[in-house]
């Protein structure tokens, strides 16, 4: 069985402990590889190599960074296929998903932040009469980026990529479910030509590899995405080493639906925006309100398109849903759907496993799950899910659905059906979320800010906001 290995100091070399932990293929359920069970031995060696290569990274034009994290972005897009196939396989998501967006978007995110950076300015505050005020921003040094399975190439570069291109040497750590397409990755900025310890990937677990990089005194910043507990603990440890923080933690979207809304297209985004990647997006709608008028013609609509959605096996290019990432997921999201029996909800369909034929037979599959008649400050209503399970409730004033709307911990993002442009944007404006999706849903310009409020987060990723949080400004002043 493969046994994949740590990225440190431009070679693949095995974990200091020597332990590995099993790889699962959620499809079938089997180990199918081996990963590195990383800690601070490994992490240490990481940094010392980072050490090592700070000067010559830091120190080459902002134009020679962005050829090398081209090449990277390209060496990506030529081994499109094999990218593809290992991020589905590792995570469980339907090959087509995997192939139009997860491996483009991390060939995206390299390329955005290689020209990102040569295009990249500071400011200038001129006195009149007395003298300018000049900002340098320089990258941090030694930073750590720390990322989720849900997608995991696609948010691992997201980090990655910003950190590079502004001159910061990287300790990343992909998640243990999901680390097949970041150890690919170290291949291939090996063959893109990065210099050796610029870009360092450990394997391992969050308690121990992760643990070790947000305590590890010479880095300067962490950034992460995850759960909000995860970020929490983060937060309280690396607070007081005054590490820089971009926390990307949970959410709880409200998709709320207008009785003016076009009713075609809300009802094809819907069914995407609540269970496209089984529901494990964290900007999935996971909380449906609609108004009266429409309420009853959306239910029968909804369920009886949900009851026809294909759970397949990822390979299957009729597969509108591939398997859950992990046996503890699964069990975790069934859970839920018990939970919203007990607080009184009907399940309208889905919130049973589906069982495919062998070698799928071992597989994490679960039908996609509508819930009604749940109260909107009720568990189900309120804690964050993660997998193919919404709950749809009525409403009939705005001001109704904006208090269910930001009654929750979260605030991630929302999203908006309605043709009234007065009320598209008074609610945009009210709701309680870092991004607002107006009539669509996950349309992205990676320019924009990117992140959450409340429980969902601190900071932005994105544009300008990532490159300004991977350096650090210094103000000069020059008396005239
Ligand atoms: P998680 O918090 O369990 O793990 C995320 C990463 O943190 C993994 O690499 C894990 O190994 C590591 N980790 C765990 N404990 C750690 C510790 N003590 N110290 C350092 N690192 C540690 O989250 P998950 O289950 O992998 O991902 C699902 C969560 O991610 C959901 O809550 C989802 O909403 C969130 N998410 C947020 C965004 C966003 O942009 N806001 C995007 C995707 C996912």
């Not at 999901?178 to 677990?205: C, K, Q, S, W």
């Amino acid at each position: 069985m493969e046994s994949l290995k740590n990225f440190v100091g431009g070679e693949f070399i095995a974990p200091v402990n020597g332990n590995y932990i099993d790889n699962y293929e959620p499809a079938t359920g089997k180990v199918y590889c081996q990963i590195p069970n990383s800690d601070a031995a490994d992490v240490e060696l990481a940094v010392k190599a980072a050490e090592q290569a700070y000067p010559i990274w830091s120190g080459m034009s902002n134009e020679e960074r962005s050829k090398i994290l081209v090449r990277l972005s390209e060496g990506i897009e030529a081994r499109m296929d094999e990218f593809v196939k290992a991020e589905s396989r590792d995570n469980g998501k339907p090959l087509s998903l995997a192939a139009h967006v997860d491996i483009p978007r991390a060939v995206s995110n390299f390329h955005f932040f290689a020209t990102a950076i040569i295009h990249f300015a500071s400011e200038a505050h001129p006195m009149t009469g007395v003298g300018v005020n000049y900002t340098l921003r320089k990258p941090l040094g030694i930073v750590g980026c720390i990322s989720p399975w849900n997608l995991p190439l696609y948010l691992f570069s997201w980090k990655i990529a910003p950190a590079l291109a502004a001159g910061n040497c990287v300790i990343a750590k992909p998640s243990e479910v999901t680390p097949y397409t970041a150890f690919l990755l170290g291949e291939v900025a090996r063959d893109a030509g990065m210099p050796a310890g610029v870009l360092n990937i450990l394997h391992g677990e969050g308690g121990a590899a992760g643990d070790a990089i947000v305590k590890h005194p010479k880095i300067k910043a962490i950034s992460f995405t995850g759960g909000t507990k995860t970020g929490e603990y983060i937060a309280r440890t690396a607070a007081p080493m005054f590490k820089k923080l971009s926390l990307e933690l949970g959410g709880k979207n409200p998709n709320i639906i207008f009785d003016d809304c076009d009713f075609k297209e809300m009802m094809s985004t819907t069914l995407r925006s609540s269970f496209a990647n089984q529901g494990q997006i964290c900007l999935c709608g996971s909380r449906i309100f609609v108004q009266k008028g429409i309420y009853e013609k959306f239910k029968e609509e909804f369920v009886r398109k949900v009851d026809a959605t294909v759970v397949s096996n990822p390979e299957d290019p009729n597969a509108k849903l591939g398997a859950m990432v992990s046996k503890p997921h699964l069990e975790k999201v069934l859970s839920y759907v018990e939970l919203a029996k007990e607080e009184g909800g009907t399940v309208l369909t889905g919130g049973t496993r589906v069982e495919l034929p062998a070698p799928y037979d071992g597989g994490y599959y679960l039908r996609p799950t509508v819930i009604e008649g749940l109260s909107f400050d009720c568990r189900t209503n309120q804690e964050e899910i993660f997998g193919p399970v919404v709950t749809i409730t009525p409403f009939e004033t705005e001001e109704e659905v904006l208090m269910m709307a930001n009654s929750t911990q979260y605030g991630l993002s929302a999203t908006i059906w309605t043709s009234d442009l007065q009320r598209a944007h008074r609610m945009a404006e009210k709701i309680d979320a870092g991004i607002v999706w107006i009539n669509a849903w996950l349309v992205r310009d990676l320019r924009t800010p990117f992140g959450g409020v409340k429980s969902s987060g601190v900071g932005r990723e994105g544009g300008w906001e990532a490159l300004r949080f991977f350096t650090e400004p210094k103000n000069v002043f020059v008396k005239y």
